[in-house]
């Protein structure tokens, strides 16, 4: 156990349809980063926030928004759903946003888009 | 950006037998290299890491090597066992700005450890 939360474990909607993933850091860690494992894609980097405040953007759709609140969890929007964004959804951890700082991540949301 | 390539995508080996995992990266100034674990419905699992200033570390049957002047890293596991089946990635951290660090992965080597 990575320490790591993420809810829900599984979501299942239709295109065009809103979802929102969450996420709870370890203890103490201040940044989150989201990812998206695909078959054909790996996992990509989506975002990374430190402290509330946004760091980096990867290959993260403009359909794709996060934020992280003052208690550190973070959210992850994804809206106007396509199939193509069916996937799993990982979020990681670290203490904080340095080169050295290991990430560990969730369980996963597995989202399919019907 | 940075870029990194994984061999094999897939890999059988006897039990006992030992695993070797082989990764390249682009971005010269890259200094981190992490290796994760993934089992089937899990998040992936950090076994071990490795920074630019040395150049090999083991934990027990897990070793990492790694070559900064060819840009490559590579995964061994010795003595493998059915519970190393998995899939393998590894990885590279880079500078994406604003103080922010971001791993590209590898695509992933599936370890298969035939009892």
């Known amino acids: 156990d990575s320490g790591v939360t993420q809810t829900p474990k599984h979501l299942i909607t239709a295109t065009g349809q809103r979802v929102t993933l969450r996420c709870s850091p370890r203890?103490?860690?201040?940044?989150v980063y989201w990812y998206q494992q695909s078959l054909d894609q790996g996992l990509q980097f989506l975002i990374h926030?430190?402290?509330?405040?946004?760091?980096a953007k990867g290959n993260i759709l403009e359909r794709f928004s996060a934020q992280q609140f003052p208690d550190l969890h973070s959210e992850l929007n994804l809206s106007s759903l396509e199939l193509g964004d069916s996937a799993l959804y990982f979020c990681?951890?670290?203490?904080?946003?340095?080169?050295?700082?290991?990430?560990?991540f969730g369980p996963g949301t597995r989202l399919t888009v019907l | 950006g940075e870029n990194v390539e994984q061999h094999p995508s897939t890999l059988s080996v006897q039990e006992g037998d030992s695993a070797v995992i082989k990764c390249t990266y682009s971005?010269?100034?890259?200094?981190?290299f992490p290796w994760y674990k993934q089992e089937l419905g899990k998040g992936p699992q950090l076994i071990i890491d490795?920074?630019?200033?040395?150049g090999e570390k083991k934990d027990q049957r897990i070793a990492v090597t790694l070559n900064k002047t060819a840009k490559h890293f590579s995964l061994h596991i010795t003595e493998t066992q059915p519970e190393d089946s998995a899939v393998y990635f590894c990885?590279?951290?880079?500078?994406?700005?604003?103080?922010?660090?971001?791993?590209?992965f590898g695509k992933g080597t599936k370890l298969s450890v035939i009892p």
């Open positions: 490795i920074r630019s200033n040395v």
């Open positions: 926030y430190y402290n509330g405040e946004e760091r």
């Open positions: 990681a951890s670290s203490a904080t946003s340095g080169e050295h700082n290991e990430q560990f």
């Open positions: 203890s103490g860690d201040l940044s």
């Open positions: 971005d010269s100034a890259s200094n981190y």
């Open positions: 990885a590279a951290k880079s500078y994406s700005g604003a103080g922010s660090y971001q791993l590209t």
